[in-house]
């Protein structure tokens, strides 16, 4: 831009163009207000044995040294002052809580659902809590935590032209510019422009083979469906409670009925169970005649599967992505990812190999769709790897399970500095613990004491104990458990910093 004025007007028909390069500072002072909503409900099962249940993706740092739920919230800083609204679930709660406290981020809300109910609910009960929350009408961001981009420049420019659309009382979405007949992603058919580069919504597409895919590509009509959206609150509820009045009605009532609990916005769980399951798409979407869709071209992934980890990442002279201790030789585009161990290929093409404390991961890079097989069979197991991993994170701190058998069990307990644990008791199990750093305080019965490095102590079965850190470092220590039961589940809680529940695992 030059030193010439702009008038408002003016600035906004250049941006409702496509012509105008946005710098995101700009979009503070002209849009109307953003709010990001950032849902991160997702379990991520195509990527385990890295993502589990307990700890899904998008808290896990795959792709930079943040986790992509901090790489999304981060990528929105130079849109908008607002503080994003996450939508997550209850188990969880703690780690959306810290991860968000760990990049400086105060969220104007934490909304938990009782239940998955799909992105259309999600959004709703945003969308609600930002009416509530703001004099005016404001636009909602929805993005999914677990995406990566990385031409963070480009998406935040993309948004301002949405923001330009979306104004005008338009439900917009971003399709992502295919760079390849990918079978992976539901497609968008674009339809008539309405301005600039924003066009109208003509066609959603369900996942295509190959020779559709192929089709879609050369046609140029076609864009991968992102699943990221710039709506108007008031439009999108309005327009839910037109097409899908049944999701409208539960979550109002939810979000009516709800409480705040700690940190957490908790909407009321009998009326939500009420909601029917649907996504965006589906519910409102493909059935409005306010939807947009403005192109995006921003290095976008979805992180779907270890194929799209290899796709994204930077690679040898031979095409390989190697993470952690990892040898090879004679190796070409394949994936090898080491958690604990050292990893050597020998003479593989087009491998996944991704290794953790309790699984292995070996596939085909064609094949890693199928993962979830692997999951659904673990899950009618009921083995624990598909929920957890060797280490468990909890709002104190973390557990790492080192030995089990069949009557003991020993871990690795580390509690944050001036966190602790609940006061509670175990029916069929009783513990030993040595301090190997930090200095721990002991509660057990009526007797408070502390210990320093190198000490233990004795917990008897059925005894009241608590466990807290009052140093300013943080304290590990060794837990030997012996008993007929070691379940985590063996918990009678009697007091709780963090409004856990009285008896369970979380």
């Known amino acids: 831009m030059n030193d010439k004025k702009l008038s408002f007007a003016s600035f906004k028909r250049a941006l409702e163009s496509g012509k105008l390069r946005l710098y995101p500072q700009c979009l503070r002072f002209l849009m109307s207000v953003i709010v990001p909503v950032v849902l991160s409900g997702g379990t991520g099962s195509r990527l385990w044995p890295v993502s589990r249940e307990g700890h899904p993706k998008q808290f896990l740092p795959l792709v930079t040294n943040a986790s992509l739920l901090q790489d999304t919230v981060n990528r929105v800083s130079g849109i908008t002052d607002q503080a994003p609204i996450v939508v997550g679930n ?3 709660r703690f780690m959306l809580a810290e991860q968000l406290r760990a990049i400086g981020v105060t969220p104007a809300a934490l909304i938990l659902e009782p239940a998955g109910r799909n992105t259309a609910p999600a959004v709703a009960l945003a969308a609600l809590y930002a009416q509530r929350s703001n004099a005016e009408d404001c636009l909602l961001l929805v993005l999914p935590a677990d995406h990566a981009i990385s031409d ?12 330009a659309i979306a104004e005008q009382g338009r439900l917009t979405t971003f399709g992502v510019v295919p760079t390849a007949p990918e079978t992976g992603y539901g497609y968008i058919k674009a339809g008539a422009e309405i301005n600039g580069s924003a066009k109208a919504i003509e066609a959603f597409v369900e996942k295509p083979d190959v020779e559709s895919a192929n089709q879609y590509l050369r046609s140029g009509d076609y864009l991968w469906n992102s699943g990221m959206f710039l709506l108007p609150a008031s439009v999108y509820l309005d327009e839910l409670q037109r097409l899908a009045p049944d999701i409208y009605q539960a979550c109002a009532e939810a979000m009516a009925g709800g409480a705040q609990d700690l940190d957490f916005c908790r909407p009321d769980a009998q009326a939500f169970a009420n909601s029917p399951s649907d996504s965006i798409d589906y519910a409102v979407m493909e059935h409005t005649e306010k939807g947009a869709v403005v192109p995006l071209d921003c290095g976008w992934s979805d992180v779907g599967a270890w194929s799209a980890l290899w796709s994204i990442q930077a690679k040898d002279d031979r095409g390989n992505v190697s993470q952690g201790d990892v040898l090879l030789t004679d190796c070409d585009n394949s994936y090898f990812r080491s958690s604990e161990r050292l990893i050597a290929g020998v003479g593989v093409q087009d491998m996944v190999v991704v290794e953790t404390a ?9 094949q890693v769709q199928h993962v979830k097989t692997i999951v659904s069979t673990l899950k009618a197991q009921k083995r624990s790897e598909v929920s957890l991993h060797q280490e468990v994170f909890r709002p104190w701190g973390s557990y790492e399970t080192l030995v089990l058998a069949d009557r003991f069990q020993v871990k690795r307990i580390v509690v944050k500095p001036g966190a602790k644990l609940s006061l509670q008791m175990h029916h069929h199990r009783a513990e030993h613990w040595i301090v190997v750093k930090g200095t721990a305080e002991v509660t057990c019965e009526d007797k408070v004491f502390m210990l320093g490095e190198d000490e233990s102590t004795y917990i008897p079965l059925g005894h009241k104990h608590r466990l807290a850190n009052p140093g300013k470092i943080p304290l590990e220590l060794i837990e030997v458990q012996s008993g007929s039961y070691l379940g985590e589940d063996d918990i009678v809680r009697f007091d709780d910093t963090y409004g856990r529940a009285p008896q369970g695992n979380a």
Not at 152 to 163: H, N, P
Not at 358 to 366: E, F, G, K, Q, W
């Open 358 to 366: 309790d699984a292995i991961l070996v596939s085909h890079r064609d």
């Open 152 to 163: 963070v420049a480009a998406f935040q420019s993309a948004v301002g032209q949405a923001a």
């Open 90 to 92: 209850d188990e969880h």
